[in-house]
């Protein structure tokens, strides 16, 4: 069986750490880098959902996109920020987090966003290589791209303004990406979808004439989730990785 070790080496090979931004966290977390592993499971987030998930499941590792550790932790008890890393290592589980690295990298979240959506990324929205921009095959109806993000995002809703523009030049930014806003408009995109948009963004896109489409930051990264582990499955054919059939868009509609 491999190692947590190695498997943080073969995903460090697809999305390199050097790749994360300033502020970031990603890497091999918490854990014994020498552990077989037989079962690890996949998630967004690690939340106590899912590690419950984690160790019913039997698994030694769990891989998931926001880090787990953002800031030093001062204490390592049952309460404040660091009661998460406590639970996980009380039960031999170990955390391996790949953030903005997975982010940029080539065949990553946003790589696999664009195509989810109907375009072939042709370069990154912004200069740090975040987001990817492309164009769709033919044009469509603004309604018609809507119904499209809705159903294979698996969103419960969308928050948009309509440009008055049909959906050709795509720019995407899976989580928060609306300071973006403004390298998508450079890139030609007359479409832009994202994440987290604040209501100056929207403003701005109105006066801009593009269509703006607020996807939810869960569901516009989480694509990646079942990619990463189906390319996991090839590269360790001898572990089981399975993807959190708990952790879900936190958001509600009402």
């Given at each position: ?9 073969t ?10 931004m ?41 891989i ?7 800031h ?21 589980l ?13 065949g ?38 809507l ?33 973006e806003?403004?390298d998508?408009?450079a ?18 896109a109105?006066?801009?004439g ?15 989730i ?29």
């Amino acid at each position: 069986m491999p190692s947590v070790q190695e498997i943080f080496e073969t995903l460090a090979s697809w999305a390199p750490l050097e790749l994360q931004m300033d502020f970031d966290n990603s890497g091999f977390l918490v854990g014994r880098k020498d552990k077989p592993v037989h079962r690890a499971l996949l998630a967004l987030d690690i939340t106590e959902e899912v590690i419950r998930e984690a160790m019913e499941m039997g698994a030694e590792l769990i891989i998931s996109h926001h880090p787990l550790i953002f800031h030093p932790l001062k204490s390592l008890t049952g309460e404040g920020p660091g009661w998460k890393t406590l639970l996980l290592a009380e039960n031999g589980l170990a955390a391996i987090c790949m953030h903005t690295n997975l982010d940029i990298a080539e065949g990553g979240v946003n790589d696999v966003l664009i195509r989810l959506l109907g375009a072939e990324p042709e370069g990154p929205v912004d200069a740090e290589g975040c987001g990817r921009v492309g164009t769709l095959p033919e044009p469509m109806r603004l309604k018609e791209f809507l119904q499209r993000c809705k159903e294979r995002l698996n969103a419960k809703g969308l928050r948009y303004v309509d440009g008055g523009r049909p959906v050709s030049r795509l720019g995407v930014l899976g989580g928060a990406g609306g300071d973006e806003f403004r390298d998508a408009l450079a890139k030609g995109c007359d479409t832009y979808v994202t994440a987290d948009v604040k209501y100056h963004v929207f403003l701005e896109a109105v006066e801009e004439g593009v269509n703006l489409i607020d996807a939810d930051h869960f569901c516009t990264e989480n694509p990646v989730i079942p990619v990463l582990a189906q390319r996991l499955r090839k590269a360790f054919p001898d572990v089981d990785f399975l993807v959190s059939r708990r952790h879900h868009q936190l958001i509600s509609f009402f």
